[in-house]
T-cell receptor
């Protein structure tokens, strides 16, 4: 079944560690996005991509980086995690022509 | 930059009561989308409205896009406990990037 997958689902990590949050989709969508969301709060766009080798920063300043080497894969990397990075990270994808976003189940990150 | 505000921020209703959330954009939108996020879950796409004044229904949910394409509303008739969650609108200005609203959290008591 076509879907979007995020791993890990939960992650607790120490300050200063490097981490990569994985996101893969099997729907053939060109556009992919990373959002940061604190519980019950707004979604903040941190990165997006319109296709392979295309990445842009979103509206919320972030110390993370992304890559898009394959259409289906859009990982997000934090080089040095800090407690302020504690949040939920949601990956989403959509067709180039628009219509709704499909979201992954998210990664809940806690930096201690 | 573009802002999309929603009111109310939070509403608590008794099961069977109606509920409405309003979405207002600072700029004209090419289309608007609505999402529902259950507690602990991720946003799920509900619907997209494109035309000025458009009204769409999904069972007990009625979605409306304003004439000026700067506002929208979601109305739920006779709420049920399964309607609990946060409802987000998301506006598209035509630059292919959605701007999500601030969300309205709905709590339904049995």
């Amino acid at each position: 079944e076509a879907d979007i997958y995020q791993t890990p689902r939960y992650l607790v990590i120490g300050t200063g560690k490097k981490i990569t949050l994985e996101c893969s989709q099997t729907m053939g969508h060109d556009k992919m996005y990373w959002y940061q969301q604190d519980p019950g709060m707004e979604l903040h766009l941190i990165h997006y991509s319109y296709g392979v080798n295309s990445t842009e920063k979103g509206d919320l300043s972030s110390e993370s980086t992304v890559s898009r080497i394959r259409t289906e894969h859009f990982p997000l990397t934090l080089e040095s995690a800090r407690p302020s990075h504690t949040s939920q990270y949601l990956c989403a994808s959509s067709h180039l022509g628009g219509h709704g976003y499909t979201f992954g189940s998210g990664t809940r990150l806690t930096v201690v | 930059g573009q802002q999309v505000m929603q009111i109310p921020q939070y509403q608590h209703v008794q099961e069977g009561e109606d509920f409405t959330t309003y979405c207002n954009s600072s700029t004209t939108l090419s289309n608007i989308q609505w999402y529902k996020q259950r507690p602990g879950g991720h946003p799920v796409f509900l619907i997209q409205l494109v035309k000025s004044g458009e009204v769409k229904k999904q069972k007990r949910l009625t979605f409306q896009f304003g004439e000026a394409k700067k506002n929208s509303s979601l109305h739920i008739t006779a709420t049920q406990t399964t309607d609990v969650g946060t409802y987000f609108c998301a506006g598209n200005t035509g630059f292919q990037k959605l701007v999500f609203g601030t969300g309205t959290r709905l709590l339904v008591s049995p």
